[in-house]
């Protein structure tokens, strides 16, 4: 897997997935449950890499300019 989540991207995809982890603990019942979609950006920004990215070739990282 190569990465494609940028650091800007990345940043903003850890603190949502994180404020969507919260209402785990901030909702009752049985909406609190949704709050587990936050692992999906979550997931995503500590990887750096997103699936929905890969088919279309989209990527916000910058371009690696290292050379061996």
């Known amino acids: 897997m190569k990465a ?3 650091g800007a991207d990345r940043v903003i995809r850890i603190i949502a997935g ?6 785990i603990f901030i909702l009752e019942g049985s909406t609190r449950w949704w709050g587990l ?3 999906v950006p979550l997931f995503t920004g500590l990887t750096r890499w997103c699936p929905a ?4 070739g989209v990527s916000t990282c910058p371009a690696d300019t290292k050379k061996p």
Do not use: K, Q
């Not at 994180?18 to 209402?23: E, F, G, N, R, V």
């Open 53 to 56: 990215y890969a088919p279309f």
């Open 18 to 23: 994180l404020a969507l982890l919260s209402l």
């Open 4 to 6: 494609n989540v940028g």
């Open 37 to 39: 979609v936050g692992l």
